[in-house]
């Protein structure tokens, strides 16, 4: 997709920390869960940036501070240049109304007691001044249409629909307000395998007929691929590594990245034949405690000394296209030929 110069979103040195407390009348605070730990990235109109981690490694607390739903430890977002953290009133609600989210479970994220109709033009009630009260219900029929769902169903109830068409609903009240970036917090993880190739095919429909612009979360790197124009992979409140699509799949040099790109199933059974499969060991640590320098180092095959006295920077080394943070960053064979 085609980006201008100019980001729609800037991300620098992000992060959240949320209070540990201990004690229940007389709350005292032991520490910090550190969810989010200095996330820096920019977004193009029409681009996509998928994100991809492990459960717990902040994912949703990044989309979360990208929504200003949750407020910063410390760092900036800005939305087509103006400071999310810095604004009040009227010009935050118009940055709002410009970041919309489509949620992971479309199950449990719609209310059942409403119907479709009122699911989708609820932003309108929010923003009023987007379309006039008599001019709703037509906009919302056209919205179900937009998404691929019968206009004529705007007075059914969520429970009436399938995962994949209540998946559209979610999508087509996102699309409301016509923001330029829509965050999908893992927008098809609760679906069938054959429901979630048609979600996908939609939301790259839309983007390209609204030049939206995606941050796109999964756990699973081949669930990005498609759709992804970079790609960024996060590991307990930091991103690890960072490219292009290709870049990161085909040439990955952190070995975080290339052990989750080793459990991706490879269609072609030869590229299967000559892979490595990197297994990794345990669960990652508490973002309480993260390890000293690179937090990966209690799981890397690859850890020395230096990885536990010296963090390393999330930069371009020689050699290399794009930047990881490895004091050893390569490219290795994960993958194979394919
Ligand atoms: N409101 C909160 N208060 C305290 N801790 C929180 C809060 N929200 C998230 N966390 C913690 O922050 C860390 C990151 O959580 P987050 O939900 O962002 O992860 P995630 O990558 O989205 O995980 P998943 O893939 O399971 O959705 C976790 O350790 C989580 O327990
Ligand atoms: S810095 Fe060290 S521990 Fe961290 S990923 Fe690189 S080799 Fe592994
Ligand atoms: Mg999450």
Not at 1 to 25: Q, Y
Not at 247 to 262: F, M, R
Not at 295 to 317: D, G, H, S
């Amino acid at each position: 997709m085609a980006a201008t110069a100019e980001p729609i979103l800037e991300v620098r040195d992000l992060v959240k920390h949320f209070p540990l407390t201990h004690g229940i009348v007389f709350k005292r605070q032991i520490g910090a869960i550190k969810a989010v730990d200095g996330v820096s990235f920019d977004l193009h109109r029409g681009e996509t940036l998928g994100v991809v981690g492990e459960s717990g490694c902040g994912k949703s607390t990044l989309a979360k501070l990208l929504m200003a739903l949750e407020r910063p430890t410390s760092g900036s977002v800005r939305i087509d240049g103006r400071d999310i953290g810095r604004a009040r009133g009227a010009e935050l609600k118009r940055m709002r109304r410009n970041v919309q989210m489509v949620m992971q479970d479309p199950y449990t994220s719609l209310n059942p007691r409403m119907t479709v109709g009122d699911i989708v033009g609820e932003p309108f009630e929010i923003h009023s001044d987007v379309v006039p009260r008599g001019g709703r219900r037509k906009r919302v029929q056209e919205l179900l249409e937009v998404v691929g769902l019968n206009p004529d169903h705007i007075n059914r109830y969520p429970h009436q629909f399938s995962g994949g068409q209540r998946q559209r609903i979610g999508i087509a009240r996102g699309l409301a307000l016509q923001p330029d970036i829509i965050i999908c917090d893992e927008p098809v993880s609760a679906l069938d395998v054959s429901i979630q190739a048609q979600v996908m095919n939609l939301l790259e429909r839309l983007q390209n007929e609204f030049n939206l612009a995606y941050i796109f979360i999964a756990h699973d790197l081949s669930v990005v691929r498609h759709i992804s124009d970079r790609v960024a992979v996060m590991y307990l409140g930091k991103i690890v590594e960072v490219g292009r699509d290709a870049e990161i799949y085909d040439s990955p040099t952190h070995p975080y990245t290339q052990a989750l790109l080793s459990a991706v199933p490879v269609p072609d059974p030869e590229g299967r034949e000559h892979r490595q499969r990197i297994i990794l060991q345990g669960d990652p640590p508490s973002p309480a405690n993260p390890p000293s320098g690179c937090r990966f180092r209690t799981r890397c095959w690859k850890a020395q000394e230096i990885c536990a006295e010296q963090e390393p920077a999330l930069e371009t080394r020689p050699g290399s296209s794009h930047p990881s943070a490895c004091h050893f960053a390569e490219v290795h064979d994960v993958v194979g030929s394919h």
